[in-house]
Each structure stands twice: as C-alpha cells, then as structure tokens.
C-alpha cells in the first residue's frame, strides 16, 4: 500500500498542502467544511500526522517529563504513584502528548529517626541530587516542553534550576510556587490534620502518634507540624516516628513508637496515623506482632485510601483524597502554563475521612 502524505491529500481534495496541514493539526486558517473534508479522508485513507514533524513544525517535543528520585521497587509498589499517573496520562493521552519517566535512585545518606527509637537511617536525597543532570540534559536536547515534580523538600533546588533553564513546572501537591514559569497544585496540609486530629478527639483519644515518611520531604514536615499544633489545641499529646513509605519501614516504626510502653499506661498511643497505605499494613502487622488488637486497644489512620486500606484486615481508616483527580489537575496546569498563560497556583479539594473498623473510641 503507498504511504500517504500532505501532498497526496492535498491532490485528491484539490487545496493546498497548506490547507491539508492547518486540519490535520487543529490550527486557524481553514473553514469548517474543509477542515472536516481532509479529516474524512484522512481517516478514510488511515492516515496519522507524524508526531516528530509536529513537534518540529511547532518548535516542542510535545512531551512532559517527570523525575522521580526514588527506588524503582518503591515506586512500583506506591499505589499513589500509580494513581497520580494514571490522573497525568489521562491529560496527556487525549491531547495526544508524550510522557517521558525516568526513575533515579539516590545515593545513601539519610535522615535520622524522628521521636522514636533508632530503626535505621532513612534514605533521603543525596546532597549532589543525582535528578538536577536529568533536567539539565532534557533542557540542552530540548527533550521535553515541561515538567512534573514531585516529592518537594525544603529548599528545593529543582524551582531555581528549572526557571534558569527556562522550563516550565509545576509541582505536584506541593507548596505554592513562585515565578514566571512554575505553578503547583497545593495541598491544605493543615486542614486535612484538623480533619483527622478532631475525628481522634471526639473518638476519646488523647494521646496518638504519627508514622511519618521522610522528614526531608516538605509535605511530610508541614503535616507533622499541623498534627502537633491540633493536638496542643484539642489538648492532646503526640509522638512522631519517621519512615520511608515501605511496609517493612512502617512495621519498624510501630514497634519504635510501642517500644517500652503498656497498654493503658501514660504515654501509651491509643491511636497510631500513617503517611500512607503502605505504612499503614505495616502497622497492622507489627502490631498484630506485638499482641495489640485493632481498634480495640490501638486504632489505625491512613493518609492515603488505596484499595489495600479497603480489603485489609481490619479495614484501614483513611484521608481520601482524589489523587487521580491530582494528577489530572497538574497536567493541565501546567499545559497552560507551557502554552502561554500565567504560572498560578491550584488548589485541591480537602481530604475526606473515610471512617472503617480500625477507628474506634478510646478505651476508659
């Protein structure tokens, strides 16, 4: 079969190639009439435009990138990357751009255990961070038009990097960002505390501890922060144990923040929040490990509400949030942003506390 090309439409229709090339590409300069003509036949004939033609026509690589500074087996097991994405590519796929992934994982280094008993270090982004070469290259070969961040830590160098490069950003649930070219869809940290903090207080709870991921991580450091300054309001006490997102982490971390306290002592957490699902199995199996029923003596909270805090045994109580919703959102702000418009902040609707059976009333 012979390939077909513009010219090869442009002569059956009788236009110009020009013509042929303003319908196939969605620009002004044809009528309406024409513009469905040579689609018509375009699809008559299975015809497509050359992505990488485009993409030179209009001086873009029609790609976003994101860099995730993570441990690919992490990644992989992380359901909220895999909803975010899902929420990304949805954008994407309708307007007919390309993503492009690259997974780095740090170096060693690590941040201490915060309030709890020494587990392990944790892993956090290395000094040299090893993601700055990916967006610097990108940025030389003109790889990508923008790109999506996630997992903001403070004094995050990627903003300043990718403005003097003069890509555009947005930041994925993070802190509002500033600057001609970079925008982010912002989480209230401290609303969603107050959500799960009163919902504890009112359950008869005053003393709950909170298993962290990384502290580095901003959004992780503004949660703690929120948690601890609703628990001083409602007159509560709160102890912190930092993490790294896996389950075996999360096992190890409970077992810290339990170490050395009776059930119905002072001190003893009659609740225990999680900063994400995965955590929060691990949780449950330290504690099934230590002999601690849930929710008689200990209730369990998640951040997240992935499919596992439904199925899980019990099931796990969490912060909903619409993460596919948050995917979808940092696309298309940042497709604006690329296109011209001014660099803004989006901000998403707050989590909501799906009550199940690992939350229950205090015990007297």
């Given at each position: 079969m012979a390939k077909v090309t513009i010219a090869g439409l442009a002569q059956r229709l009788g236009i110009s190639k020009a013509s042929v090339s303003y319908a196939l590409n969605g620009r002004?300069?044809?009528?309406?009439?024409t513009r469905e003509r040579v689609l018509a036949l375009a699809q008559e004939l299975g015809w497509y435009p050359s992505s990488s033609a485009r993409a030179l026509s209009q001086a873009r690589s029609e790609t976003i990138g994101i860099v995730l500074l993570r441990d690919p087996e992490h990644v992989g097991s992380e359901p909220f990357y895999m909803s975010v994405l899902a929420g990304i590519e949805a954008v994407l796929s309708s307007r007919e751009l390309n993503l492009m992934l690259r997974i780095v994982a740090p170096d060693g280094g690590g941040a201490p255990i915060v309030g709890g008993a020494d587990v392990k270090p944790l892993a956090g982004p290395p000094a040299g961070r090893r993601d700055l070469a990916v967006y610097r290259r990108w940025a030389g070969e003109s790889r990508v038009d923008g790109v999506l961040l996630f997992d903001e830590v403070r004094s995050d160098p990627r903003g300043p990097l990718l403005?003097?490069?003069?890509?555009?950003?947005?930041q994925v649930g993070g802190s509002a960002a500033s600057g001609a070219r970079g925008g982010s869809t912002?989480?209230?940290?401290?609303m969603d505390a107050?959500?799960?903090?009163?919902?504890?207080?009112?359950?008869?709870h005053r003393h709950f501890a909170y298993v962290s991921g990384p502290p580095d991580l901003a959004h992780e450091d503004l949660r703690?922060?929120?948690?601890?300054?609703?628990?001083?309001?409602?007159g509560m006490t709160l102890v912190t144990s930092a993490s790294d997102y896996t389950a075996p982490d999360g096992e190890a971390a409970t077992i810290a923040v339990m170490a050395g306290v009776a059930p119905g002592s002072e001190g003893f957490p009659t609740a225990i929040v999680y900063g994400n699902d995965l955590m929060a199995m691990g949780g449950l199996a330290a504690l099934q490990r230590l002999g601690i029923p849930v929710?008689?003596?200990?209730?369990?909270?998640?951040?997240?509400?992935?499919i596992m805090c439904q199925f899980s045994s019990p099931p796990v109580a969490a912060m909903a949030?619409?993460?596919?919703?948050?995917?979808?959102?940092?696309a298309?702000?940042?497709?604006?942003?690329?296109?011209?418009?001014?660099?803004?902040?989006?901000?998403?609707?707050?989590?909501?506390?799906?009550?199940?059976?690992?939350?229950?009333?205090?015990?007297?």
């Amino acid at each position: 079969m012979a390939k077909v090309t513009i010219a090869g439409l442009a002569q059956r229709l009788g236009i110009s190639k020009a013509s042929v090339s303003y319908a196939l590409n969605g620009r002004a300069g044809v009528g309406p009439d024409t513009r469905e003509r040579v689609l018509a036949l375009a699809q008559e004939l299975g015809w497509y435009p050359s992505s990488s033609a485009r993409a030179l026509s209009q001086a873009r690589s029609e790609t976003i990138g994101i860099v995730l500074l993570r441990d690919p087996e992490h990644v992989g097991s992380e359901p909220f990357y895999m909803s975010v994405l899902a929420g990304i590519e949805a954008v994407l796929s309708s307007r007919e751009l390309n993503l492009m992934l690259r997974i780095v994982a740090p170096d060693g280094g690590g941040a201490p255990i915060v309030g709890g008993a020494d587990v392990k270090p944790l892993a956090g982004p290395p000094a040299g961070r090893r993601d700055l070469a990916v967006y610097r290259r990108w940025a030389g070969e003109s790889r990508v038009d923008g790109v999506l961040l996630f997992d903001e830590v403070r004094s995050d160098p990627r903003g300043p990097l990718l403005g003097s490069l003069g890509l555009p950003y947005v930041q994925v649930g993070g802190s509002a960002a500033s600057g001609a070219r970079g925008g982010s869809t912002t989480v209230d940290q401290s609303m969603d505390a107050a959500t799960v903090t009163d919902a504890l207080h009112s359950l008869g709870h005053r003393h709950f501890a909170y298993v962290s991921g990384p502290p580095d991580l901003a959004h992780e450091d503004l949660r703690s922060a929120s948690l601890a300054a609703h628990a001083r309001r409602l007159g509560m006490t709160l102890v912190t144990s930092a993490s790294d997102y896996t389950a075996p982490d999360g096992e190890a971390a409970t077992i810290a923040v339990m170490a050395g306290v009776a059930p119905g002592s002072e001190g003893f957490p009659t609740a225990i929040v999680y900063g994400n699902d995965l955590m929060a199995m691990g949780g449950l199996a330290a504690l099934q490990r230590l002999g601690i029923p849930v929710p008689a003596q200990v209730s369990v909270v998640s951040w997240d509400d992935s499919i596992m805090c439904q199925f899980s045994s019990p099931p796990v109580a969490a912060m909903a949030r619409n993460v596919t919703e948050l995917g979808r959102q940092s696309a298309l702000l940042l497709l604006n942003i690329i296109d011209g418009h001014a660099a803004t902040n989006r901000a998403m609707p707050a989590g909501v506390l799906q009550h199940r059976s690992s939350l229950g009333a205090a015990r007297p």
